[in-house]
Nanobody, 127 residues
Framework: QVQLVESGGGLVQAGGSLRLSCAASGRTFTILTMGWFRQAPGKEREFVAA????????YYPASMKGRFTISRDNAKNMVSLQMNSLQPEDTAVYYCSASVRVRGTTSWGTPQGYDYWGQGTQVTVSS
């Protein structure tokens, strides 16, 4: 089992920045990929970014490139998401996720590609 706890959410004005963190515990040696997703009220969960735990591969959807940066600290078992130039449409609950099974990179962008999830952290961007 892997446990994930997100932190760093909050209220920010449009144009501002936030840095989210996700602390992993438990069987962290089994982690292969970690990702960030977000979900706004009434919408499906949306892929934000993913990072390989053991090499340099990083994946963003086109809509997130340039404003969001994912990074990891293996020694601390943490993954972070730096979010810049935030807009009201970025308002959502942001979830950290971990995959412990070997999957193709095409699965990185789908919720089905992950085995564990955090409880989520709310990000609200005011206009």
């Amino acid at each position: 089992q892997v446990q994930l706890v997100e932190s760093g959410g909050g209220l920010v004005q449009a144009g501002g920045s936030l840095r989210l963190s996700c602390a992993a515990s438990g069987r962290t040696f089994t982690i292969l990929t970690m990702g960030w997703f977000r979900q706004a009220p009434g919408k499906e969960r949306e892929f934000v970014a993913a990072i390989s735990w053991n090499d340099e591969r990083i994946y963003y959807p086109a809509s997130m490139k340039g404003r969001f940066t994912i990074s990891r600290d293996n020694a601390k078992n943490m993954v972070s998401l730096q979010m810049n130039s935030l807009q009201p449409e970025d308002t959502a609950v942001y979830y950290c996720s971990a995959s412990v099974r070997v999957r193709g990179t095409t699965s990185w962008g789908t919720p089905q590609g992950y085995d564990y999830w955090g409880q989520g952290t709310q990000v609200t961007v005011s206009s």
